[in-house]
């Protein structure tokens, strides 16, 4: 890999970070200009915005016939946003979750997880698979905006603090919003190329595969806006929209990026073994770690936003220890089985009960 592909690869991470926020602020202001509520934006437009970092990998590698990086990637940036980013952000304040349409959101992100399973058991996630994951995804938008007129006038304030409630009507305001919108879209497209050239060349030189590539570094590029945004929640206060934003953009990750990469994909998606036996599943289960955190308490605290960051860098180290076939991977894989795994399911287990007992676990 020579210093230009390098450089190349940088500035794709750089220029899909810029992209997404001239985008979601653009998509934002343009939609507040048209009358759309500050709750529908948050819950659809930005989530969807956070998510366009991954559409654009998954769209510029399948075209490339490398289709295990748009896999690796999704996987990895679900895994990535609530591992990583949640637990940063709960690590810096504790993180609020308290709204109906968040709890409806969980299950329906598990669900949709393990579909992705089901899909790929047969070695692809084919074009008819993808536009079942599309169609997927119009239902659960329609959803999302008829159960934001249900939210409670605190949840609506919330959200137009976080993005705005004033329209700007004017014809240059708007002409203004598109512009962001369409060099949004521009810098997308030419970071996503970059990134992927470096990302095969890096793996090609590494000797890794291009799932493994997409599951750590391209992964964690693409969660930056999702780290961007939540972060910032966190320290101006609004900590519900920080959870919602990643819940929002895990299930967009997979119905819009999945789908539309598998449909316009000849053969779709590939799934390796290797993602079909610990990858996905990982995937699945930090979905369903967020149901006890989550709605015990309706808040996330700091020591489980650090627990999340420990679970973070042990399945890195994991994943860069079996791709390496490192000495010291199968003593590693003996301590989590022996030791970490089970101490969290108990930890899980002693604060449902004690949620249970005190009367807290929400309906």
């Keep these: 890999m020579d210093l230009v592909t390098l450089v190349l690869f940088v500035a794709g991470f750089g220029l899909l970070i810029g992209g997404a926020e001239m985008l979601v602020r653009g998509a934002s202001r343009l939609a507040c200009t048209l009358g759309v509520s500050p709750l529908i934006v948050g819950l659809t437009i930005v989530a969807l915005g956070t998510s366009s970092p991954e559409l654009a990998v998954g769209i510029q590698s399948s075209l490339m016939a490398s289709g295990q990086v748009a896999l690796g990637n999704v996987v990895g940036s679900n895994i990535v946003n609530i591992l990583l980013i949640l637990g940063l952000s709960a690590t810096i304040t504790p993180l609020i979750v308290a709204q109906q349409l968040v709890r409806l959101e969980v299950p329906l992100m598990i669900g949709i997880s ?121 320290i101006r206060g609004e900590r519900d929209i920080a959870v919602g934003n990643v819940v929002g953009s895990n299930i967009y990750n997979i119905l819009i990026v999945l789908g539309l990469t598998a449909t316009v994909s000849r053969g779709g998606v590939a799934v390796p073994p290797a993602a079909l036996a610990f990858d996905i599943p990982v995937m699945i289960a930090v979905a369903v770690a967020c149901l006890p955190v989550f709605f015990l308490d309706g808040r996330i605290a700091r020591w489980e936003g650090v627990l999340f960051l420990g679970y973070y860098v042990a399945y890195t180290l994991y994943v860069i220890l079996d791709a390496t076939q490192h000495d010291a991977l199968a003593t590693f894989s003996l301590i989590m089985l022996v030791f970490v795994i089970p101490l969290t399911i108990v930890t899980l287990g002693v604060l449902v009960v004690r949620a249970v007992r005190r009367g807290s676990v929400l309906s």
Excluded at 152 to 174: D, N, P
């Design 114 to 234: 393990v579909l992705v399973l089901v899909l790929g058991l047969d070695g692809a996630i084919g074009q008819l698979d993808g536009f079942l994951l599309i169609a997927g995804l119009v239902a659960y938008t329609v959803f999302a905006v008829r159960q934001s007129r249900k939210e409670s006038r605190q949840v609506q304030e919330e959200y137009a603090q976080e993005f705005g409630r004033k329209a700007c009507g004017s014809l240059w305001e708007g002409l203004v919003q598109i512009g962001l919108v369409l060099g949004g879209l521009a810098l997308l497209v030419l970071g996503s190329r970059w990134l992927v050239d470096g990302a095969v060349a890096l793996a090609l030189t590494l000797g890794l595969s291009e799932l493994i590539i997409g599951l750590t570094i391209v992964a964690v590029g693409t969660g930056m806006p999702e780290l961007v945004i939540c972060v910032t929640a966190s």
